[in-house]
C-alpha cells in the first residue's frame, strides 16, 4: 500500500510538473509545433535513464526506482498527449512537422534516455 501512496504522491507531483512546461513553454516559443510535449518526453526520457541506471548500479532502492520512474517521470511525460499532438498536426495539414515532431520525439527520445544513462554510469 505505501508503494501505491508513493506512486499517487509522485504521479501527482509530476502531473503539475508538466502543467507548469505547457503554462511557461509558450512564453519562449510561439509555434504550431508542440514544443512543451518534446521538451517534457526528451527530459522525461533523459531522467529516466539517469534513474534505471542508477538502479541497476544498486545505487537507488527499488522503492526509489518506482516512485520516480513510475510515479514522478511517468505523471510527468506523456504518451496520450503526443498522440493528440500529432493528431492536431495531421489534422491542420502539417504534414512536415508531423514527420518532425514523431522523428525528434521517438529519435531523441531514445537519445536522451541513452545518454541519462551513460552518463549516470559517471557517477
Do not use: C, H, W
Not at 6 to 33: D, H, Q
Not at 35 to 54: A, C, Q
Amino acid at each position: 500500500m505505501k508503494l501505491y501512496l508513493l506512486v499517487a504522491l509522485f504521479g501527482a507531483a509530476g502531473s503539475v510538473l508538466r502543467y507548469s512546461f505547457f503554462v511557461i513553454t509558450p512564453k519562449f516559443f510561439y509555434s504550431n509545433f508542440p514544443i512543451s510535449t518534446v521538451i517534457v518526453n526528451l527530459l522525461g526520457s533523459f531522467f529516466i535513464g539517469v534513474f534505471i541506471s542508477l538502479f541497476d548500479k544498486g545505487i537507488i532502492s527499488e522503492t526509489v526506482r518506482i516512485s520516480i520512474v513510475i510515479g514522478l517521470l511517468g505523471g510527468f511525460t506523456t504518451f496520450s498527449t503526443f498522440s493528440m499532438d500529432l493528431f492536431n498536426l495531421i489534422n491542420k495539414s502539417l504534414y512536415m512537422q508531423t514527420v518532425t515532431y514523431i522523428f525528434v520525439s521517438v529519435f531523441f527520445g531514445l537519445l536522451f534516455f541513452i545518454l541519462g544513462y551513460k552518463l549516470s554510469n559517471l557517477l
